[in-house]
């Protein structure tokens, strides 16, 4: 099925001469254009130089054009999505409008899902409106449940990590759209926290805190972003100077990541394809590790186009002056607030659970906040059909996400039950490591195959050509070994965290800026002691 776009055909001549279709053509070109627009956006209208009101204006309509540029009329959907869910707000009021916006958002993304995939593009990969729809579903969901927990619910009844989420004001319709629809964000995200977003706007202090490896609070000061203008004398100049710097080698570092990415796809990725695990001559001839060998090899080299994708997104926030954590214990500058991926971790991942604690991180962070640590039964179940969900319609995201229900308790099992016979010794640790590493890229490659396939049909043929075999194993896991079972009351969940780690989003809050929600002291305190109480915990 040939590839159409609804958006601008203008780069059409590029698109023939990079033997691309046009809408992924105009993804790229309008990714690099946000990319200049974000230096153009910190340098001349940055907080100290310009109010919020215009920074919300000009990311907004900046967002807009970018969106009709790639996809045409379609980009309507942003903004009634958006339109709608803000009068869903207004008019539900703060006891029930997250139910309500939660049900809307995803539901009419799911409709949008099957109108795409089985009436226009089944099985096309180029670049669509649901994608950013994704991520504009991810904002609405959040902030809903982020305003019910700062202006309904009461202080104690909220996990540190929703105290200091909540958000205690009704945003104005300007600030909901420029939260859904900016430029920096509308075409690949990433998810990002709407206090985050504000106090980015706003220009506001953070309260930024130097951590020690044991968890324990060091210093607390008032740190405004870096500024562009070097215009300041003296100290204060040299300091600025020394965060412009960090500012551009960050950039330029997820850059490098960037191109690297996209050269490996564009010369390795197509001659690895991930369809020839279930050719028929493949699977007659090959040997079981020859099989698995290249069942690896394929999906590995599936990976860059996230990395590209994910990191120039990234880089693009960082341009713009968004996306400064703070220091780590060295002093050091850190600009991964919102990133979505650690490479590293990911290749090098001993466990499901590292692989997918380092993998699209803040679509993970969402899957916890708003259903995770909110569900009343089997929140790892309900979390895995919420992703299959999300993702969309095609049958193959629900056999890889069923698939990863077992595989993930299944690692859990194994780990509580072995893991402690391998870490005394580190020659022992490191055999340990090493066989965890081969089975954690076996189970992932195993599990994601009918993720790229789509339809039943071939993910069956996968499935059947193993015999089903890391199914069956991780049923026989779980008969043997015993999970630990959920305590009741505040401890809930402790013990059956989902993949999406606890670890992760301790370290969110740890190493995370601290910042006000409103202009008054009180809130500046009361965040102050969340993030403090969080640290304890």
Not at 287 to 312: D, E, I, N, Q
Request: proline share 4%; with cysteine; net charge positive.
């Amino acid at each position: 099925m040939a590839t159409s776009t609804t958006g601008s055909t203008l780069l059409q001549p590029l698109s023939n001469a990079v033997r691309l279709p046009v809408d992924q053509v105009n993804f790229v070109a309008c990714q690099l254009f946000a990319l200049l627009a974000a230096v153009w956006f910190r340098t001349y209208l940055h907080s100290s130089k310009t109010s919020p009101f215009i920074r919300h204006v000009v990311a907004t309509l900046l967002g807009l054009y970018l969106a009709l540029f790639c996809f045409g009329w379609y980009a309507l959907h942003f903004v009634i999505q958006s339109g709608i869910s803000y009068y869903i707000m207004i008019i539900i009021g703060v006891e029930n409008m997250h139910k309500y916006c939660f049900v809307f958002a995803l539901g009419y993304l799911t409709v949008c899902q099957i109108t795409r995939v089985y009436i226009f593009d089944y099985g096309q990969y180029s670049a669509d409106f649901s994608g950013p729809m994704m991520i504009i579903t991810q904002k609405i969901t959040s902030l809903a449940f982020e305003i019910h927990d700062g202006m309904f619910r009461k202080n104690e009844d909220l996990t540190p990590s929703q105290r200091c989420l909540a958000v205690r004001r009704m945003p104005s319709l300007l600030e909901y759209l420029s939260y859904n629809c900016n430029f920096m964000g509308i075409l690949a995200g990433p998810l990002c926290s709407y206090k985050d977003y504000i106090t980015f706007i706003e220009g506001r202090s953070y309260q930024l805190q130097q951590s020690e490896a044991n968890g324990k609070e060091d210093t607390k000061y008032e740190q405004t972003d870096p500024s562009p203008n070097l215009s300041f004398v003296g100290a204060q100049s040299g300091v600025n100077s020394q965060k412009l710097i960090s500012v551009f080698i960050a950039v330029a570092q997820k850059l490098l990541i960037c191109g690297l990415s996209l050269l490996f796809h564009m010369t390795i990725t197509k001659t690895l394809p991930v369809e020839y695990n279930i050719d028929d001559n493949f699977r007659a001839t090959a040997s079981w590790p020859v099989r698995f060998f290249y069942l690896y090899v394929s999906l590995m080299a599936a990976r860059p186009k996230y990395y590209f994708a994910w990191t120039l997104a990234d880089a693009i926030n960082n341009a713009a002056g968004f996306g400064f954590r703070g220091y780590d214990k060295n002093g050091v500058t850190r600009w991964d607030l919102i990133s979505n991926l650690r490479i590293q971790q990911i290749e090098f991942s001993t466990s499901f659970k590292m692989f997918l604690d380092n993998w699209n991180i803040q679509t993970a962070l969402w899957l916890k906040r708003v259903c995770y640590e909110r569900a009343t039964f089997s929140p790892t179940i309900q979390t895995f059909i919420l992703s299959a969900i999300w993702h969309g319609v095609y049958p193959g995201y629900y056999l890889t996400f069923l698939t990863g229900v077992l595989m993930t308790l299944a690692a859990r099992a194994i780990r509580n039950n072995i893991r402690h016979y391998f870490v005394e010794s580190p020659a022992v640790k490191l055999c340990y490591d090493i066989v965890t590493w081969m089975a954690t890229q076996a189970a992932i490659s195993y599990t994601v195959v009918p993720f790229v396939l789509l339809s039943v049909k071939p993910s069956f043929t996968f499935y059947s050509s193993c015999y089903f075999c890391l199914h069956i194993a991780s049923i026989l896991v779980l008969l043997l070994f015993p999970l630990k079972r959920t305590q009741k009351g505040s401890k809930k969940h402790e013990n059956v965290q989902p993949v999406w780690s606890r670890k992760l989003e301790e370290e969110s809050l740890l190493q995370k800026n601290s910042y006000s929600t409103t202009n008054n002291s009180f809130s500046q305190k009361q965040e102050i002691t969340c993030r403090y109480q969080a640290l304890k915990q």
